[in-house]
């Protein structure tokens, strides 16, 4: 399997995402034993979760000194992945030095073995506006050097009754359902 750190701008393609999505079955199946005997499973690997994203939003993958996890060709901004193998519930976290030019949460269905990405249309400057919790904001909390976790589903999906942008298929390997305008 190649090395991916040492490249700029990596283009997921159909080769790349079989591969990913391999990879995802592999992952799940040690995420299930390690949850069968400890109190908690494993993080969903960003090698897993920004490919995908990435091959169904047409982005470049972001890898070595690049900042943000992958780059949109056609507008060069940058995109801020967001991934949880929680489908009832998440927790991100945000670096103190974290920007981005959009945000898009990667919500997996383990029992469905399907990914529902949502384009959230936000950049760490609005996002920053956010609560962290009920006495300060994200930005106010990345101020003071912290981490602020925040749900992405409680904060956007819920709130705003969002429809995921796209659903993936991850045992077919193909996008299922497109509803970007």
Known sequence: MPKYKDFGHIKIDDARID????????????????SNNSHRGINMPDAISEPMGCYCLGYLWNRGDETGDATDPKTNKKIEFKATSRFEGDLSS????????????????????????????IDSKKFGKYPANKKETIQQQKDQGRRPHVSLQELFVNAKNLTPDIIFDIRKCKIIEDNRK
């Not at 945000?94 to 384009?119: A, M, S, T």
Request: hydrophobic share 40%.
């Open 19 to 34: 591969e990913t999505c391999n990879a995802y079955f592999k992952w799940k199946d040690l995420n299930t034993y390690i």
């Open 94 to 121: 945000f670096g103190p030095k974290c920007v981005f030019d959009n945000l898009v949460f990667l919500r997996f269905n383990l029992e469905e073995n399907k990914l529902y990405i949502y384009d959230l249309k």
